[in-house]
Each structure stands twice: as structure tokens, then as C-alpha cells.
């Protein structure tokens, strides 16, 4: 695991030079989509709002999930494609003592890293705005558990996005991947609007994707968590594990005839 | 008396010994069964067309490529059980650039050497060696993109050293570099050889192989043809003595019959090209001027290795 560590500090090099373009899609981002669906949007939800909380309220801690989810998505698609396909950066690593299982755990663990550095940064900044704004979004300490928690999610949905690019031939397909599976989760999970009001099996098959559980996750770290919690976070550590060795195998296989 | 050689830290074996070593890909045989033997401290070469097998038999040096049958041994260890053992003794010179763009030079050495868990004072100072024995001092704090290529094929070099190995593989090390750069590499790696490390290295022009390897094997089609030092392959296989005739179509279809008889052997490599081998230049020439056929030009050349490979295959080196 030593080479896992090491695959991790060439990211953590390679990023600090560029830390601050990421600063963009992950930070600036998520904070665009509070403003405007947050306080545009929620201008038009009734007093109340949803479950006794303001819709800025609502929807803050959910995108604190999604921004690792596209954290890490990007980082384990285009990234890590252009490493294997373009730069041979792995052709290189593995004529050393780190082998191809190594390099897939190392960007594994980078990824959740950049989820959990930026998304840190978020909840820094919701805590910040809530507290400017008299709309407390983090009422919990619990919160203190949720960079580590945007660590798994961001490993979980590394898996998946390693997944996809070990599968794939030719950079333009990863469209699909954010089309079909990314944006459908991003608007599916209960971030933008509770799913349980909607129709069966509207709610039962939310359950069984990831990012469901991750904002529930956070939503309920961030405001004081019920027991319940446990589950999702089980349910993350679960389908994380079931996964995680299957990219490697197929990475393997490529960089190794 | 018991001979046997231990390896560990007190004996550096820095040998290759290969038996029936194959490799196929789904239908396609791409090695089908070679043996070799790399002495330590000697520059060994595979000298081949492209698509003779010899990227992947270094691929399967240095492990990344799994053989599908034989035997391989890399500084004593076989590599069906031992690949990462092995990985700490070499060094590996691959034939893209695959060095980190958004690095500068010396980050990118100090990078992989933490792969081998050097200590980072070690790297630092091997990287300065380094960069120094690769005349690339100069651009220590450049970046990648600033190089040209021929600096980036010394910075892989001197990547593929960072572990100071035993054995350093190379495969295709000057191509696609202007003469100059491929003089400077041929210089550096002569200066390896100096120092008593073992390098293997692949290509495909006749000249590197003749001036930088002590031994070579020529493959050809997944298989290795022939063997030995440059001189014993070219005397095994060729005359000493190449004339070259150049001349229109109908000169050289003229000029055969007399060449035929006084040559030892004749090769044709295009419709105006006639190659002839000999021990005594000076008697063919007389023949081919009493032929009366007007040849256009008539170049005079010792015989070397794209000689041999051509009188093994029937088609020249570089296609």
C-alpha cells in the first residue's frame, strides 16, 4: 500500500500547482447553484419551506454531497483517462515497484481528497453564509464528522467513475456517464426537492443509488442526525467495497498484456 | 565446489537468461519462443524491424507484459514470481514520453524516485548526479514542455536511473532524434557501459546497434535469426566488401550476369539498386567495367548489420 501513498503525493504535487482552477467547478459552482436555486427558487416555496427549514436551508447540505460527487467524478473520468490513454503516466509508474493495483487505490484516495479538500472549503463557506445571513445552514457539531465523510463519498464515487473509464475505448463516451448516470443522480437524490413525495418506485430506486445516501448523509450531520444515518453510511461503505475491486482488475488487465 | 550464486545485497546479478520465452495475443504469436542470455555489464541489443517481437520481449523484462510460456529471468529472479523485486533493479527507457508535462525536470526525477521509497535527500542528490551525467543541468527548473525532444529522451534516461539499477532497458532509444541528439544519447550510454551496468536495449538502425552493442541477436517475426558480436554476425553472414551499383533498370538487368559470377552474393533492393558482395572489390569492379554497361554511381561500403539482416531476410531494416 506504500505505492498506493506514493501514486497519492504525485496528485498532491501535481496539485498544488493548479489547485486554484479547480477552485472553480468545485467551489464557485455549488455556491452559484445556492444563490440562484436557493434564493431564487426558494423565494417561491411557501413559508415553511421543507420540513421547517428555509429552501436555502434545504438544498445547502445536499450540494455539499454533490460537489464530491463531481469532484470525484472528474477526477476518476477525464483525469484519470487522460493519465492511462494520453500521458501513459501508469505505463510509466508500473516499470517501478508500484504496481497497477497501487496506482488504481492511490486514485482512489486522491480523488476522495480533492472531494473532501474542496468540499471542506464549501462547508466552510455554507457555515460562513448561513451565519452572514441569519439562516443557519450547519446547526450540528456532528458537521466536524462530515470531511471525513466527504473523503468515503468521494472514494465511492471514484470507484464508480474508475469503473467507467477501465470500460471505455474513446474519451467522448464519458458523455454518456455524466449524462445517464451523473446529472439524473445530481437531480434524483433529494438535493433540489424531497424524492419521497414522488410515486412509487420513484423513492425505492433513489435508495439504491449513491448519492441518495450521501446527501442524507450530510444533510443530517449538518443538522443534528437521527440513527438512521448510520444506515446511509453503511450503505456507502457497502456498495464502496463491493466495487472497488473490479476497476482494478480490469486496469490491470489493460496495462498489463 | 558448490558455485551456486545467491543473490542479495552483497552479490549484484545483473544478467537476463531467457529459454522458450513466448508470448501470444489472442491467436496472434507475437514471440514464439526465444532464448538469450545477457551477460552483466555488457550493452545487449535486439535489433529488428518493427513488429519483430522486440518491444514485447522487453516488455516482458521489465514486466509489463505477462510471457505466455518459457522462462525469463531478470537479475537472477524469475518473473512469474518476483516482478517487484525485479522492478527495484532496473531501470526502464520505454518508447513514449510518458514524463509528468506539469512538472519541471528535476521534480520529475524526485517524483519517481519516491515510487522506490528512496529517502528524499538520496533523490535530491542523485537527481543533481543525474541531471549533470545527461548534460541537462541547465534545465534543472524548466518545464517539460520547454524540451526539446531530444532532452526529454536524456531526461528519461535519466529517470530510468534514479534507482541507480543494475540493468537499464531501452526500448527504441533514439528514435524519431536528429543525428546530434542521437550522438549525445550514444555518448551518455557508452558512458553507462563504462561504469559496468548492463544494458538491453531494442531498435531498429543498424548503425546504433553496431556501435553501441557488445552483442546483439537480429529478430524477426518473433523469432530471434541469428546472433553474436556485430563482427562475427557480419562475417558469418556477409562478405566484408559491399559495392553498391545504382543505375537505370535496364544498366542493372545488363550489368547482372557479369556481377553474378564474380560476387559471392547479390542482393536486388529496388528496380535501380544492385548490392554485391565480396572479398575483393577491386576484381568486381574490373568485371563490371568490362561489361561496358554505364553505371551511374557506384558507392564502395564495408559491409555492416542492415547487410546481414538483409542476406537473412530478403528485406532491408527499415521499411
Same mark, same amino acid.
Request: glycine share 10%; aromatic share 10%; with cysteine.
Given at each position: 500500500?506504500?505505492?498506493?501513498?506514493?501514486?497519492?503525493?504525485?496528485?498532491?504535487?501535481?496539485?498544488?500547482?493548479?489547485?486554484?482552477?479547480?477552485?472553480?467547478?468545485? @467551489?464557485?459552482?455549488?455556491?452559484?447553484?445556492?444563490?440562484?436555486?436557493?434564493?431564487?427558487?426558494? &423565494?417561491?416555496?411557501?413559508?415553511?419551506?421543507? +420540513?421547517?427549514?428555509?429552501? #436555502?436551508?434545504?438544498?445547502?447540505?445536499?450540494?455539499?454531497?454533490?460537489?464530491?460527487?463531481?469532484?470525484?467524478?472528474?477526477?476518476?473520468?477525464?483525469?484519470?483517462?487522460?493519465?492511462?490513454? @494520453?500521458?501513459?503516466?501508469?505505463?510509466?509508474?508500473?516499470?517501478?515497484?508500484?504496481? %497497477?493495483?497501487?496506482?488504481?487505490?492511490?486514485?482512489?484516495?486522491?480523488?476522495?481528497?480533492? &472531494?473532501?479538500?474542496?468540499?471542506?472549503?464549501?462547508?466552510?463557506?455554507?457555515? %460562513?453564509?448561513?451565519? &452572514?445571513?441569519?439562516?443557519?445552514?450547519?446547526?450540528?457539531?456532528?458537521?466536524?464528522?462530515?470531511?471525513?465523510?466527504?473523503?468515503?463519498?468521494?472514494?465511492? @464515487?471514484?470507484?464508480?467513475?474508475?469503473?467507467?473509464? +477501465?470500460?471505455?475505448?474513446?474519451?467522448?463516451?464519458?458523455?454518456?456517464?455524466?449524462?445517464?448516470?451523473?446529472?439524473?443522480?445530481?437531480?434524483?437524490?433529494?438535493?433540489?426537492?424531497?424524492?419521497?413525495?414522488?410515486?412509487?418506485?420513484?423513492?425505492? #430506486?433513489?435508495? @439504491?443509488?449513491?448519492?441518495?445516501? %450521501?446527501?442524507?448523509?450530510?444533510?443530517?450531520?449538518?443538522?443534528?442526525? +437521527? #440513527?438512521?444515518?448510520?444506515?446511509?453510511?453503511?450503505?456507502?461503505?457497502?456498495?464502496?467495497?463491493?466495487?472497488?475491486?473490479?476497476?482494478?482488475?480490469?486496469?490491470?488487465?489493460?496495462?498489463?498484456? | 565446489?558448490?558455485?551456486?550464486?545467491?543473490?542479495?545485497?552483497?552479490?549484484?546479478?545483473?544478467?537476463?537468461?531467457?529459454?522458450? !520465452?513466448?508470448?501470444?495475443?489472442?491467436?496472434?504469436?507475437? $514471440?514464439?519462443?526465444? /532464448?538469450?542470455?545477457?551477460?552483466?555489464?555488457?550493452?545487449?541489443?535486439?535489433?529488428?524491424?518493427?513488429?519483430?517481437?522486440?518491444?514485447?520481449?522487453?516488455?516482458?523484462?521489465?514486466?509489463?507484459?505477462?510471457?505466455?510460456?518459457?522462462?525469463?529471468?531478470?537479475?537472477?529472479?524469475?518473473?512469474?514470481?518476483?516482478?517487484?523485486?525485479?522492478?527495484?533493479?532496473?531501470?526502464?527507457?520505454?518508447?513514449?514520453?510518458?514524463?509528468?508535462?506539469?512538472?519541471?525536470?528535476? *521534480?520529475?526525477?524526485?517524483?519517481?524516485?519516491?515510487?522506490?521509497?528512496?529517502?528524499?535527500? =538520496? $533523490?535530491?542528490?542523485?537527481?543533481?548526479?543525474?541531471?549533470?551525467?545527461?548534460?541537462?543541468?541547465?534545465?534543472?527548473?524548466?518545464?517539460?514542455?520547454?524540451?526539446?525532444?531530444?532532452?526529454?529522451?536524456?531526461?528519461?534516461?535519466?529517470?530510468?536511473?534514479?534507482?541507480?539499477?543494475?540493468?537499464?532497458?531501452?526500448?527504441?532509444?533514439?528514435?524519431? =532524434?536528429?543525428?546530434?541528439?542521437?550522438?549525445?544519447?550514444? /555518448?551518455?550510454?557508452?558512458?553507462?557501459?563504462?561504469?559496468?551496468?548492463?544494458?538491453?536495449?531494442?531498435?531498429?538502425?543498424? *548503425?546504433?546497434?553496431?556501435?553501441?552493442?557488445?552483442?546483439?541477436?537480429?529478430?524477426?517475426?518473433?523469432?530471434?535469426?541469428?546472433?553474436?558480436?556485430?563482427?562475427?554476425?557480419?562475417?558469418?553472414?556477409?562478405?566484408?566488401?559491399? =559495392?553498391?551499383?545504382?543505375?537505370?533498370?535496364?544498366?542493372?538487368?545488363?550489368?547482372?550476369?557479369?556481377?553474378?559470377?564474380?560476387?559471392?552474393?547479390?542482393?536486388?533492393?529496388?528496380?535501380?539498386? =544492385?548490392?554485391?558482395?565480396?572479398?575483393?572489390?577491386?576484381?568486381?569492379?574490373?568485371?563490371?567495367?568490362?561489361?561496358?554497361?554505364?553505371?551511374?554511381?557506384?558507392?564502395?561500403?564495408?559491409?555492416?548489420?542492415? /547487410? $546481414?539482416? !538483409?542476406?537473412?531476410?530478403?528485406?532491408?531494416?527499415?521499411?
Amino acid at each position: 500500500m506504500r505505492g498506493a501513498f506514493r501514486v497519492w503525493q504525485r496528485n498532491v504535487t501535481i496539485f498544488r500547482k493548479f489547485w486554484i482552477s479547480g477552485l472553480f467547478p468545485n @467551489f464557485i459552482e455549488p455556491l452559484i447553484y445556492l444563490a440562484a436555486l436557493g434564493l431564487g427558487l426558494g &423565494a417561491f416555496i411557501q413559508q415553511g419551506g421543507i +420540513s421547517g427549514q428555509s429552501y #436555502v436551508q434545504y438544498i445547502g447540505p445536499g450540494l455539499l454531497a454533490s460537489n464530491a460527487m463531481f469532484a470525484a467524478s472528474f477526477e476518476s473520468t477525464f483525469n484519470t483517462f487522460v493519465k492511462l490513454r @494520453f500521458d501513459k503516466i501508469y505505463d510509466g509508474i508500473i516499470t517501478t515497484p508500484v504496481n %497497477a493495483e497501487d496506482v488504481i487505490a492511490g486514485e482512489y484516495l486522491w480523488a476522495g481528497t480533492r &472531494a473532501a479538500l474542496y468540499g471542506t472549503g464549501f462547508l466552510g463557506m455554507l457555515i %460562513a453564509l448561513g451565519t &452572514a445571513f441569519g439562516q443557519p445552514l450547519v446547526t450540528s457539531w456532528w458537521a466536524l464528522l462530515i470531511p471525513p465523510m466527504l473523503l468515503a463519498i468521494g472514494i465511492m @464515487f471514484s470507484v464508480l467513475g474508475t469503473l467507467f473509464t +477501465s470500460l471505455i475505448e474513446h474519451i467522448d463516451l464519458f458523455a454518456y456517464y455524466f449524462t445517464l448516470v451523473v446529472t439524473p443522480l445530481f437531480l434524483f437524490s433529494g438535493i433540489f426537492f424531497p424524492v419521497e413525495n414522488f410515486p412509487a418506485p420513484v423513492p425505492q #430506486v433513489a435508495w @439504491f443509488t449513491p448519492l441518495y445516501h %450521501a446527501v442524507n448523509v450530510c444533510r443530517e450531520l449538518a443538522t443534528g442526525p +437521527s #440513527v438512521g444515518v448510520l444506515v446511509d453510511v453503511a450503505w456507502i461503505f457497502v456498495f464502496t467495497a463491493a466495487l472497488a475491486l473490479i476497476p482494478v482488475q480490469i486496469m490491470r488487465r489493460r496495462l498489463i498484456g | 565446489m558448490n558455485t551456486e550464486r545467491t543473490t542479495g545485497p552483497l552479490t549484484r546479478d545483473s544478467t537476463l537468461v531467457a529459454r522458450g !520465452l513466448k508470448k501470444s495475443y489472442s491467436g496472434f504469436e507475437a $514471440v514464439k519462443g526465444v /532464448d538469450f542470455r545477457v551477460s552483466g555489464g555488457e550493452c545487449f541489443g535486439f535489433l529488428g524491424p518493427n513488429g519483430a517481437g522486440k518491444t514485447t520481449t522487453m516488455k516482458m523484462i521489465y514486466g509489463a507484459v505477462i510471457p505466455t510460456g518459457g522462462e525469463l529471468a531478470v537479475t537472477g529472479l524469475d518473473v512469474y514470481h518476483h516482478e517487484r523485486e525485479i522492478k527495484r533493479r532496473i531501470g526502464v527507457v520505454p518508447q513514449e514520453n510518458n514524463l509528468d508535462d506539469e512538472l519541471k525536470v528535476e *521534480e520529475n526525477l524526485l517524483i519517481y524516485g519516491r515510487y522506490y521509497d528512496l529517502p528524499s535527500k =538520496l $533523490v535530491l542528490r542523485r537527481a543533481e548526479e543525474l541531471l549533470d551525467f545527461m548534460q541537462l543541468s541547465e534545465k534543472a527548473e524548466a518545464t517539460v514542455e520547454q524540451l526539446s525532444g531530444g532532452m526529454k529522451r536524456r531526461l528519461l534516461i535519466a529517470r530510468a536511473l534514479i534507482n541507480d539499477p543494475e540493468i537499464v532497458v531501452l526500448d527504441e532509444p533514439t528514435t524519431g =532524434l536528429d543525428p546530434q541528439a542521437r550522438h549525445l544519447v550514444w /555518448d551518455r550510454l557508452r558512458a553507462l557501459t563504462a561504469e559496468g551496468k548492463t544494458l538491453v536495449l531494442t531498435t531498429h538502425y543498424m *548503425e546504433e546497434a553496431a556501435r553501441l552493442c557488445d552483442r546483439l541477436v537480429i529478430m524477426e517475426g518473433g523469432r530471434i535469426i541469428a546472433g553474436g558480436t556485430p563482427k562475427e554476425l557480419i562475417e558469418e553472414h556477409v562478405s566484408p566488401q559491399v =559495392l553498391e551499383f545504382r543505375a537505370g533498370h535496364d544498366a542493372i538487368e545488363a550489368l547482372l550476369p557479369a556481377v553474378e559470377s564474380a560476387a559471392e552474393a547479390v542482393e536486388r533492393t529496388g528496380d535501380e539498386v =544492385l548490392l554485391a558482395y565480396t572479398q575483393d572489390a577491386d576484381a568486381l569492379l574490373d568485371e563490371v567495367r568490362k561489361s561496358g554497361v554505364d553505371v551511374k554511381n557506384t558507392v564502395y561500403r564495408q559491409a555492416g548489420l542492415e /547487410d $546481414v539482416f !538483409l542476406r537473412l531476410t530478403g528485406r532491408s531494416l527499415i521499411e
